[in-house]
């Protein structure tokens, strides 16, 4: 039976005092709302019109479940098993990364810019597949390939655009050691946000990001902290239609670099974006 005297409004408060000390107060809250949306469906106008309602045994036990699950540092998306990306809901798994919105700023800007109505366009490392759906769901007449080297993280894509009936053709492909795949036509478009981040960081970095996500997504040698991007660029100069065009989301420390590489390997019109924060976070260079 439901605890009668666990309503909204006490599962809230629940929520945020077992949450204190762990993550400051304006993330309890947004993760409060959330997970209210995903469980009950409620919206945070709704819930706090219900807030004297009392919800089934079940969905107290789920918040129960939850709260150990973040106490222990696990992100709320992986509890949850889904994300928002650009207005897309996601199934996530730690398998693959859990989306930023800075890599929404990235979409933004490939949507913004498309060099045709029908563009053929290519996500490198897709992982949850939300760069590639986020951009076949807003440029309805594009083409859309999207690539990852693991099985798990293709599954989950190629799961999320059944769900959300979008059209993505996704393929196994090893950025680092393989050739482009020879079923790869031309591309107008190739866009990525590859693992940038030397593993020296990691002491310095959140537990619930090193201690969840996976690290094949997140890290770099330190002694070569452009590998990907060298390799994409290799890639992009075989693939990309003369006047093609290359996004890519960066470090904010190495955007510079990222810049110059793509300069030396004949890339034109090379542009540094800052994101919300002010950080140099993305890259657009042309295939000359």
Not at 37 to 66: C, M, S, T, Y
Not at 149 to 177: P, V
Not at 253 to 275: C, H, I, P, T
């Amino acid at each position: 039976m439901a605890d009668a005297s666990r309503t909204i409004q006490t599962i809230r408060e629940n929520i945020k005092k077992e949450l204190k000390g762990h993550y400051p107060e304006r993330e309890i809250n947004a993760m409060i709302d959330f997970l209210f949306g995903i469980r009950l469906h409620l919206k945070r106008h709704e819930a706090g019109l219900k807030r004297n309602e009392i919800p089934a045994p079940l969905d107290q036990q789920w918040f129960d479940r939850v709260i150990k699950s973040l106490k222990a540092g696990c992100p709320v998306q992986y509890i949850a098993g889904e994300t928002e990306f650009f207005g897309l809901t996601l199934k996530i798994t730690p398998a693959v990364l859990i989306p930023r919105q800075e890599t929404e700023e990235l979409v933004r800007w490939v949507i913004d810019t498309i060099p045709h109505p029908q563009p053929v366009i290519l996500d490198i490392g897709t992982g949850s597949g939300c760069i590639a759906l986020a951009i076949k769901k807003n440029i309805p007449g594009s083409q859309v390939f999207a690539t990852d080297m693991d099985t798990a993280a293709l599954k989950l894509a190629s799961q999320n655009a059944t769900n959300l009936a979008i059209d993505i053709q996704f393929l196994q492909h090893d950025i680092l050691m393989e050739s482009p795949p020879k079923n790869l036509p031309r591309l107008d478009i190739i866009v990525s946000n590859p693992p940038y981040i030397p593993e020296g960081e990691k002491e310095s970095m959140a537990t619930h990001v090193t201690a969840f996500e996976p690290s094949a997504a997140l890290f770099v040698p330190d002694d070569n902290p452009l590998l990907f991007y060298a390799s994409i660029a290799n890639f992009s100069r075989q693939k990309l239609k003369e006047g093609g065009r290359i996004f890519l989301e960066v470090h904010e420390k190495y955007g510079k670099k990222v810049r110059d590489l793509l300069r030396a390997q004949d890339f034109s019109k090379v542009e540094l974006r800052r994101d919300i924060n002010a950080k140099e976070r993305m890259v657009k260079a042309t295939h000359s």
